[in-house]
């Protein structure tokens, strides 16, 4: 079964969760990680603060594997731009036509070119 973890805060009962569904005891959970009950103990009262390599221990005890995927809001998003980004073929046409007639017209000055190398130098350095 898969469970999205949106919070920090989901994570404690979904580890407790797969545990007791595993059968194991803390324990038993310790003892596979070579640690005592109570640190796992410590660590399965707030998993939001241990580090994603313990996380991942704990999770290879537990025999749960992580798997990450876009949220459906996101997709839904990046879809949503794209169909408004994106002009129809024929606009597309007409919107390359203009912004070549705009680059013939405009005229670079000593000021804006030094400008503009000075603002590509920075993005360069960061």
Known sequence: MNYSL????QLRPILL???KAAGLTQ?????????TQQTYAQLEANPAAVSVERLFKVLRALDVELALTRAATARSAQA???ALTDPPP???KATTARSRRASRQTEVTPARKS???AAT?????W
Do not use: P
């Open 6 to 9: 949106k919070t920090l805060s």
């Open 17 to 19: 969760g797969f545990r």
């Open 27 to 35: 324990a038993m959970v310790a003892a596979r990680l070579g640690v």
């Open 80 to 82: 949503n731009e794209a």
């Open 90 to 92: 024929a606009a597309a």
């Open 115 to 117: 400008a503009t190398t």
């Open 121 to 125: 130098k920075k993005r360069e350095h």
